[in-house]
């Protein structure tokens, strides 16, 4: 079954520091977001992105963060200057609508330590 | 604004058992409502999707309904097994724009053996 892949499952880095978090969502599926979950937390939406821009960000998705396509296949989540509460689980989710809505499909997740 | 919560938060049953799991939303302007299981410290698994002209689906041992009038959701699980012990989201998404999704609490279930 096709898989939406997450990459790194762990990232460790520095307060300040910037990080980029990979997604490769399945091939044929034309809409992509980025949720996230802070330990012990709801699962929070950040950015829903289709036809190669965004299309809906949330309150938590600021100038710090950022999202791109850059080759067609790749779908990057990047955190500018890390701060200690962007620590979370970062999720990364495609679908497709094919007449009939097809639900999401969700990636394994990042977990990022900020410290 | 869309406010999802999921009730009981946790719950801990004997293996065999048949359970249900509630989700409530206040906007019942939904176009569907998906289930999904997280193990601790993984990923999102969808178990069942329902779209809003539906009142249920059925998955194996899992049932879910819809009532789209009185804002719930049910997951049914049928003779549990301690495999099923993980955390059950349900996610509802609205009508219009671009259709992000907005999550419940979750409830964490632990199936005894």
């Known amino acids: 079954e096709p898989e939406v892949t997450q990459t790194p499952s762990h990232q460790v880095t520095q307060m300040g520091q910037e990080v980029i978090l990979r997604c490769v969502p399945i091939s044929n599926h034309l809409y992509f977001y980025w949720y996230r979950q802070i330990l012990g937390q709801k699962v929070e939406f950040l950015v829903s992105?289709?036809?190669?821009?965004?299309?809906?960000k949330s309150e938590i998705f600021d100038d710090q963060f950022s999202v791109e396509r850059p080759d067609g296949s790749n779908f990057t989540l990047k955190i500018r200057s890390t701060k200690l509460e962007d620590s979370a689980m970062y999720f990364c989710a495609s679908r497709i609508f094919q007449g009939v809505e097809a639900g999401y499909t969700f990636g394994s997740g990042t977990r990022l330590t900020v410290v | 604004k869309q406010e999802v919560t999921q009730i009981p938060a946790a719950l801990s049953v004997p293996e065999g058992e048949n359970l249900v799991l509630n989700c409530s939303f206040t906007?019942?302007?939904?176009?569907?409502l998906q289930w999904f299981r997280q193990d601790p410290g993984k990923g999102l698994t969808s178990l069942l999707l329902?779209?809003?002209?539906?009142r249920e689906q059925t998955s194996g041992r899992l049932n879910a309904s819809l009532d789209k009038s009185s804002g719930r959701s049910t997951l049914y699980i049928a003779a549990s097994q301690p495999g099923d012990s993980a955390t059950y989201l349900c996610a509802v998404r609205r009508t219009g724009g671009y259709q992000k999704v907005t999550f419940g609490t979750g409830t964490k279930l632990q199936v005894i053996p």
């Open positions: 329902i779209q809003s002209s539906q």
């Open positions: 992105f289709y036809n190669n821009e965004i299309s809906e």
């Open positions: 906007d019942s302007a939904i176009y569907n």
